[in-house]
């Protein structure tokens, strides 16, 4: 089973930055395909950026490419997402993702394994 526990979420005022850690335990990290995704209520969950399991592809909403990037750490066993110019559109609960397969997924039906999210709020 694996065990995902984020951190970094926070408030932050609208053009700044903040760092989403990911740390996995349970399993193989390299062997893991770690992702992010965010939600608001009322509203489906979004993926947001993936990374394979040796970190040399990763994958961006429209949304938010050029300005957030996932990366990771297989000998901390930790994904991350930095997310620069931030905007008060992408405020939500963010949720690490994790899956053994060699690709990614954009539905958040292709991951077995979810963290318990941390809060993202962006001022204006």
């Known amino acids: 089973q694996v065990k995902l526990v984020e951190s970094g979420g926070g408030l932050v005022q609208a053009g700044g930055s903040l760092r989403l850690s990911c740390e996995a335990s349970?399993?193989?990290?390299?062997?893991?395909?770690m992702a992010w995704f965010r939600q608001v209520p009322e509203k489906e969950r979004e993926f947001v950026a993936a990374?394979?399991?040796?970190?040399?592809?990763?994958y961006y909403a429209d949304s938010v490419k050029g300005r957030f990037t996932i990366s990771r750490d297989n000998a901390k066993s930790t994904a991350y997402l930095q997310m620069n110019i931030l905007k008060p559109a992408d405020t939500a609960v963010y949720y690490c993702?994790?899956?053994?397969?060699?690709?990614?997924?954009?539905?958040?039906?292709?991951?077995?394994?979810w963290g318990q999210g941390t809060e993202v709020t962006v001022s204006s």
């Open positions: 993702a994790a899956v053994g397969t060699p690709a990614p997924f954009i539905s958040p039906l292709g991951y077995d394994y």
């Open positions: 349970g399993r193989t990290f390299s062997d893991l395909v």
């Open positions: 990374i394979n399991g040796t970190g040399g592809r990763t």
